[in-house]
């Protein structure tokens, strides 16, 4: 950790140029290793869907659009030219020759289902190859895709700092520990109990959040159970508390015990016992589940850097879906401006305190908004994402290929140009027609239909999750266009485009 603390110092004299990746006038030459490691127990892949979330990270290559970046990506089988070509292709203003020249892919060619962190400390061969591909490790650093301890170690082997957020951090992204920098930084959030680590003590929690609800004239109808790790929602799990006895009750924690039993689970294949096992294990929170007339699901997108400033990115309304609408599928950028100054002001909050902290990276916090009688809202942080999440890349791709910036009080996006922008993105365009579906295929249809990016408008489509399809018959989407309405129109008609050409597959 010494040495890991010794490295991630250099960040600071790199900053400038780190910071200013859109920056034109930048001259000095540096190297990014993007090592997009999905190192976490918490999802089962196979080796094409893990091949396809290691080449979510590849609107990285835009940076190759400056001609002072080399660029070292690695995953865990290679990637196929195809989509290679595709990505430097929406490189503007450069000659492809010589962004390819500065593009260096290496492959441990390895589908196991280890993570690609653990397949590259396996190999020290490979670690030294990548070290002889950095010509100077003093204007070079990692982007993992998330962070353990395993990645800080990688960043010791390769002897370069990482521009994510420390692992020693990790207790703060989950959701027992953003509930506890919730309260002391004074943010909004449901009324709830964290740290639960049995299934006594859960019942116990949901009885003392009846208690608190009762003595306030109110009742208690519904919670939601969090595993602490649990990500995109699929730890989540809906309980009903109707009728249950009265709160304070010699039967009410007996009847809270069975009524777990019946819990709605966000993850299909989640079964009551497994998900006991790992709330044992790995701890859970439990909190009200907030309703209203109105409700929205924003998250608020910031940085620090290694100043310690705190950068306020970008807002989305998140797409949320699964059995209770708790799961992850997709965002649209901006947030509605009726509350996204609301949620930024809040999350610039907990920005402030992982600065004092010595946090670096992106990180995200999550909300939900309920729409007062008067119209305005009202907002409750539920989550903090101390990774890049599924928002990261739509809104680099949209800066990248825009130049442009987020006005984080007017809560729009404007280019260059001074031209508002709007997206819609997913990673859930899914259906089984479309394993009829290969990768050329996929490229030939955004071509035919003209939804391809179109440099000129600055409008159109960027496709992801593309590896794999066949599979899994899933693709992910990122949608630019010059309104929401816009926006919302080609995103249906890119997925009107995908069904019509599966059903016509289909009948050959």
Known sequence: MDAFDRLQAKLIA???????????????????????????????????AQQAYEERLLFLLFLLRKPNIRLIYVTSQPIQPDIIEYYLNLL???????????????????????????????????????????PDPNQTHIVPFLTTDLERELAVKLGIPMYAADPR????????????????????????????YSVDALSAAIADMRAQ????????????????EG???????????????????EDEIAAITARLHTMQFEASDA???????????????????????????????????PLGEVEMLSTHDQMLGGPSGQSYLGAIFPANPAYSWLIMRDAAKIGERF?????????????????????????????????????????????YLTDGDYHAEEGIFYTAQGQPKYYIATDHLEAHAYRTFTTQ???????????????????????????????????????????????????????AVLDREAALLAQM
């Open 14 to 48: 790199m900053w400038q140029e780190i910071g200013s990746s859109l920056d034109e006038r930048e001259t000095r030459a540096r190297t990014i290793v993007v090592v997009p490691s999905l190192t976490s127990d918490a999802v089962e892949m196979t080796s094409s």
């Open 92 to 134: 503007p203003g450069v000659v492809l020759s010589n962004a390819r020249k500065r593009l260096y892919l290496v492959s441990p060619e390895d589908g196991s289902p280890d993570s690609l962190t653990e397949k590259l400390l396996a190999r020290p061969a490979l670690i030294q190859h990548i070290r002889d591909l950095i």
């Open 169 to 196: 951090f990790f207790a703060f992204g989950t959701k027992s520990g953003c509930r506890r920098v919730f309260a002391e930084e004074n943010v909004q959030h449901p009324l709830g109990v964290e740290n639960l």
């Open 213 to 228: 609800h009762h003595a306030q004239g109110q009742t208690l109808d519904r919670v939601v159970i969090k595993l602490n």
């Open 231 to 249: 990500v995109s929602g699929l730890g989540n799990a809906l309980l009903d508390l109707a009728n249950l006895p009265d709160p304070g009750a």
């Open 271 to 305: 079964t009551y016992n497994d998900y006991m096992a790992t709330l044992a294990d790995a701890g859970a929170i439990v909190e009200e589940f907030i309703t209203g007339v109105a409700v929205r699901s924003p998250s608020a997108q910031l940085r620090v850097s």
């Open 355 to 399: 600065a004092r902290e010595g946090i670096v990276g992106r990180f995200a916090v999550d909300f939900v908004v309920v729409q007062r009688a008067d119209g305005t809202w009202n907002s409750y942080a539920i989550e903090v994402n101390l990774r890049k999440g599924g928002t990261t890349a739509p809104f680099l791709i949209l800066q």
């Open 441 to 495: 295929h996929l490229f030939d249809l955004v071509s035919d239909h003209r939804l391809h990016f179109n440099h000129a408008t600055q409008t159109g489509a960027i496709m992801h999750l593309i590896t794999g399809v066949a599979e899994s018959g899933r693709v992910g989407v990122t949608v630019i266009a010059d309104s929401p309405e816009e926006a919302n129109a080609q995103y249906h008609a890119f997925i």
